[in-house]
């Protein structure tokens, strides 16, 4: 199994700044993609990042240009730079790796609890 755990959630201004951290824990022979996504009150949940091993990223739209994700694979972490933030980012904010276990040896999502941020206007 593999544990998500997230942390830097919470309440900002408008034109804020937060960063989200996520670690990794667990039988963790390998993480893939590691990511961010989001649920909003009322909506689907979405991407928000993405990064692979290597550094490739991707981002949705929305956030592309405030948005910055970055991960350290010696510490199985990812972490999300948030920037110029606007009340259309509260959400409920996922972090998800793709991992391969001892006891589960192919790919396969994991994903944390959620921590909730908040942005007023």
């Known amino acids: 199994q593999v544990q998500l755990v997230e942390s830097g959630g919470g309440l900002v201004q408008a034109g804020g700044s937060l960063r989200l951290s996520c670690a990794a824990s667990g039988n963790i022979l390998s993480i893939n993609v590691m990511g961010w996504y989001r649920q909003g009150p009322g909506k689907q949940r979405e991407l928000v990042a993405t990064?692979?091993?290597?550094?490739?990223?991707n981002y949705a739209d929305s956030v592309k240009g405030r948005f910055t994700i970055s991960r350290e694979n010696a510490k199985n972490a990812v972490y999300l730079q948030m920037s110029s933030l606007k009340p259309d980012d509260t959400a409920v904010y996922y972090c998800?790796?793709?991992?391969?276990?001892?006891?589960?040896?192919?790919?396969?999502?994991?994903w944390g609890q959620g921590t909730q941020v908040t942005v007023s206007s």
């Open positions: 998800q790796a793709r991992a391969v276990t001892t006891t589960r040896l192919y790919a396969y999502d994991y």
């Open positions: 990064i692979s091993t290597r550094g490739s990223t």
